[in-house]
């Protein structure tokens, strides 16, 4: 009996161990279960993080990548900026330059338009004494030849010059050149003006009309009448006054320098004719 209560308390310890150990069993596979679908879950959730984090990796690569490429680009046109910079700089220093140098000629001109300047108010006052004197010259010599001006006698002032002009009527026979009686009252008359101007110049011209001359003797055409009548006047201004051969010019134009119609009659009487240009000595210019 003892020894079959022993056989059953034995059986019975060994199947309330069983018990508990099919117990235990249970609630490790329970435990393991859910220890597994933990795992499951877990690897799931370090597989995502693992790929995000690869993702971050591969963007912040990329970002790096970025990067490198925006700061190279932002050095390109730094030194871009730079080299714009520079030759605004130079372009600058050079106008800078430009603009001392015109400046410096501006100045140079400034002062050489006032010497200029100056010159030309100099020279307008010359040039309002020469016309001064020419008035009262022209104002001269009408009072001196008075009688015979609009007779064979024009006086004109032109070009800052007196113009005597003597019809060839008034001086000289047709084809001769030597001044008759009436002709040399006019210039002893006119020489004495000439004699109490002594900054006056004085030039005779000989004129002629175109019809060729028809002579023989120390006369051979046109040229050779003007200028001997030129001459002749000259002659006898210097021997009725006290004025300075030195002042005096004889030319001969012959017939190159009308002042009418060669064609008409008119014309050619007015062309024959003797100019004593009376002109101010232009020392002073």
């Known amino acids: 009996i003892s020894s079959a209560a022993s056989d059953v308390y034995k059986r019975q310890e060994v199947n309330d161990k069983y018990t508990q150990l099919l117990k235990h069993h249970k609630a490790l596979e329970l435990d393991t279960s859910i220890q597994g679908r933990s795992l499951?879950?877990?690897?799931?959730n370090y597989d995502k993080l693992n790929d995000t984090y690869e993702l971050l990796l591969e963007k912040n690569k990329a970002?790096?990548?970025?990067?490198?490429?925006?700061?190279?680009?932002?050095?390109?046109?730094?030194?871009?900026?730079?080299?714009?910079?520079?030759?605004?700089?130079?372009?600058?220093e050079k106008l800078r330059i430009d603009l001392e140098q015109k400046e410096k000629n501006l100045s140079q001109l400034n002062s050489e338009l006032d010497s200029r300047a100056k010159r030309v108010e100099e020279l307008?006052?010359?040039?309002?004494?020469?016309d001064s004197t020419v008035n009262a010259l022209k104002s001269k010599v009408q009072a001196a030849l008075l009688g015979f001006e609009n007779n064979g006698l024009?006086?004109?002032?032109?070009?800052?010059?007196?113009?005597?002009?003597?019809?060839?009527?008034?001086?000289?026979?047709?084809?001769?050149y030597q001044v008759d009686t009436k002709g040399k009252e006019v210039l002893q008359k006119l020489s004495k003006v000439l004699e109490k101007n002594a900054d006056i110049n004085v030039l005779v011209e000989g004129h002629t009309d175109n019809v060729p001359f028809k002579g023989s003797g120390t006369i051979k055409d046109n040229w050779d009448l003007?200028?001997?009548?030129?001459?002749?006047?000259?002659?006898?201004?210097?021997?009725?006054?006290?004025?300075?051969?030195?002042?005096?010019?004889?030319?001969?134009?012959?017939?190159?320098?009308?002042i009418a119609d060669?064609?008409?009659?008119?014309?050619?009487?007015?062309?024959?004719?003797?100019?004593?240009?009376?002109?101010?000595k232009l020392d002073e210019l």
């Open 40 to 44: 499951r879950i877990m690897t799931k």
């Open 226 to 258: 003007s200028v001997l009548r030129a001459t002749n006047v000259v002659k006898i201004l210097v021997e009725s006054s006290a004025v300075e051969p030195v002042r005096l010019t004889a030319a001969g134009r012959a017939d190159h320098l009308p």
């Open 262 to 280: 060669n064609s008409t009659k008119e014309g050619r009487s007015s062309n024959r004719r003797t100019e004593i240009i009376l002109t101010p």
């Open 154 to 176: 024009t006086i004109e002032q032109k070009n800052g010059k007196v113009y005597v002009s003597l019809d060839e009527s008034l001086l000289f026979k047709s084809g001769s």
């Open 63 to 92: 970002l790096l990548d970025g990067n490198q490429a925006e700061t190279s680009k932002l050095f390109g046109n730094l030194k871009e900026s730079q080299a714009a910079l520079q030759k605004q700089s130079d372009a600058l």
């Open 124 to 130: 307008e006052a010359i040039l309002n004494r020469k």
